[in-house]
């Protein structure tokens, strides 16, 4: 069997355990952005403050 058929079989078992395919987006761990957020998230966690995506502009410091 080749890779097509593998693939096509996994998908149709997932399928039957009642899951569906999907694509998801992450953003890119190399940009300033991502690692300003994340240093914000480190010190907002520890004050019980959320994501920065829900409480802080883009670009804010």
Do not use: N, Y
Not at 21 to 33: H, I, K, L, N, Y
Request: with cysteine; hydrophobic share 30%; net charge positive.
């Amino acid at each position: 069997m080749g890779v097509r058929g593998r693939v096509a079989r996994h998908r149709i078992a997932m399928r039957e355990r009642g899951l569906r395919q999907f694509q998801m987006w992450v953003q890119d761990a190399r940009t300033e952005e991502f690692k300003r957020a994340a240093r914000w998230q480190r010190g907002g966690q520890r004050s019980g403050c959320r994501s920065p995506t829900l409480t802080e502009p883009s670009g804010a410091t």
